[in-house]
């Protein structure tokens, strides 16, 4: 069922699918300046300024999703997509709430907390999120739905780092969590009204790793291994690595990176238009040059001025490499057949894999170096270039 019609943008109408996930994920995003931004740095204040605890806290963190992901699916069987959906709404509300009572003097007491809810989470929501939008989604228009969501996503991640840096410099890190806890209550209505997805995982876990190494999906998985490594470095190094530049200040964290996410919004829209008429994987190959080339440049970043320019940059260069990897990622998911539910857990089990073997590696080089972490932007460039390596096709 579409439900609304055919306009200058859009070939065909949004289905009613597509609406209930898209409406979802946004109000989940306006918590996107928490967990995305500020929880790296909140985990570094309360290890004492250790980056390594922190490298281990997502280690152990990303290590047993990979492991329970098939489980996961499993799981999913029997209790269905649109109840896991639902449920995974109660998961993310507790992360947020677990880390309310989280403070230096029972971080390593209490810190599996967080991680097991995380886990059952992701476990319980990436899965069918993402087997719902290949199939809510229109094959001719993937590319344009994407860039609905992505640049909504990104308009409110301009507004959210502003205000959680500015109520964090004002009344500290709890109030930050009680936010996370109310959003993401509220992010489970438009779920209340999904349609039912009918999938079933087949596999069974030792086929599902034996599928993971097997040779048909070596260039899926080591171009989702590489898309985790990169994200990852973004997610847990950037954060740590501009709160120090900025000597702590809150509040500058959060306007530079709302300011730097402002100005890629508009050509968001426009590049998804592009992409479902032109070559995608071309645009992914250009895409990753600029994007690798943007991590070189965060080596030499030195002041916040030079935080804007660089990121802004990067930004603008993500949107060429990201656009194009995930419409491919969820045209390939598509074209699965009734195989898509297992080929989003190859999907999952790898980028969670990648971000393990970056971490690692990072957390091997600051035993060794310290904080001298510029050095990982380095790894991430060549992450990058790595994903080229996707192939387009079917597990059977």
């Not at 946004?26 to 790296?40: E, K, N, V, Y």
């Not at 040059?289 to 320019?309: E, H, L, R």
């Not at 050095?375 to 096709?393: D, P, Y």
Request: proline share 2%.
């Amino acid at each position: 069922m579409k439900l609304f019609k055919k306009n200058n943008y859009l070939d065909k109408g949004l289905s009613k699918g597509f609406i209930s996930l898209y409406t979802g994920r946004m109000i989940a995003q306006l918590s996107s300046g928490i967990g995305g931004l500020f929880l790296p740095i909140f985990l570094y204040t309360i290890f004492g300024l250790k980056l390594q605890y922190v490298v281990l806290f997502y280690i152990v963190n990303f290590l047993l999703c990979v492991v329970f992901i098939p489980y996961g699916a499993k799981f999913l069987n029997s209790f269905g997509f649109k109840k896991s959906l639902q449920l995974s709404i109660l998961f993310g509300a507790l992360f947020y709430a677990s880390f309310y009572f989280i403070n230096e003097s029972n971080v390593f007491y209490l810190i599996i907390l967080p991680i097991i809810i995380v886990n059952l989470f992701r476990l319980t929501y990436w899965i069918p999120y993402h087997i719902d939008f290949a199939k809510f989604t229109d094959k001719k228009s993937r590319g344009k739905e994407f860039s609905i969501m992505e640049s909504t996503r990104l308009f409110i991640s301009v507004l959210s780092p502003i205000l959680v840096g500015f109520l964090v410099q004002k009344f500290d890190f709890e109030i930050m969590f009680i936010m996370g806890v109310v959003i993401y209550f509220l992010s489970g209505i438009p779920y209340l009204n999904i349609p039912r997805t009918r999938e079933k995982f087949i596999w069974s876990y030792k086929k599902t790793w034996q599928e993971f190494f097997s040779k048909k999906s070596r260039g899926v998985v080591f171009a989702y291994m590489a898309d985790g490594a990169e994200n990852v470095v973004g997610v847990v190094v950037w954060p740590i690595f501009i709160w120090e530049l900025l000597n702590g200040d809150f509040f500058k964290v959060g306007a530079i990176s709302a300011l730097i996410i402002a100005v890629t919004v508009v050509l968001q829209l426009i590049l998804g238009k592009y992409t479902d008429k032109l070559d995608k994987k071309k645009i992914l190959r250009l895409g990753s040059i600029f994007y690798s080339f943007g991590w070189i440049i965060k080596i030499f970043v030195i002041t916040a001025f030079q935080i804007f320019i660089t990121a802004t940059y990067h930004n603008l260069s993500r949107i060429f490499f990201r656009t194009p990897l995930d419409v491919l990622t969820y045209e390939i998911a598509a074209d699965q057949g009734h195989y898509v539910d297992e080929f989003t857990v190859i999907h999952e089990m790898a980028i969670n894999a990648g971000r393990v073997l970056m971490l690692v590696f990072v957390l091997i080089f600051t035993l060794i170096f310290g904080f001298s972490v510029e050095w990982t932007f380095a790894l991430a460039a060549m992450a990058v270039l790595a994903v080229n390596f996707l192939e387009f096709k079917k597990l059977k």
